[in-house]
C-alpha cells in the first residue's frame, strides 16, 4: 500500500533555463484512513504530519525546486 502519489506536469525551471517536466509528491489520504482507523486514531498523527507538509514541484532533469508550472 503506498501512502505517496506522484503528480507530474510541465514547468520552467530556473536552473536549466528551460521548460522541463516537473513532479510533486501528493498525500493518498484512504491509506492513512484505514491506518487511523486500525490503530484507534493514533495513526492520524502521521497523516495530519504529512497532509501539512509542503510539496513542491522539482524539476525531474537537475532537482531543483520549480515555481512557475505550466499547464
Keep these: 500500500m ?5 503528480e507530474e506536469g510541465s514547468g ?11 513532479s510533486r509528491a501528493r498525500v493518498r489520504h484512504l491509506p492513512y484512513l484505514i491506518i487511523s482507523l486500525l490503530t484507534a486514531g493514533m ?3 502521521f497523516w495530519i504530519r504529512e497532509a501539512r507538509k509542503e510539496h513542491p514541484w522539482k524539476c525531474l532533469d537537475c532537482g531543483s525546486e ?3 508550472i505550466m499547464n
Design 12 to 22: 520552467y525551471c530556473g536552473k536549466c533555463l528551460k521548460q522541463v517536466p516537473v
Design 66 to 68: 520549480v515555481y512557475r
Design 43 to 45: 495513526g492520524a498523527f
Design 2 to 6: 503506498r501512502l505517496i502519489r506522484f
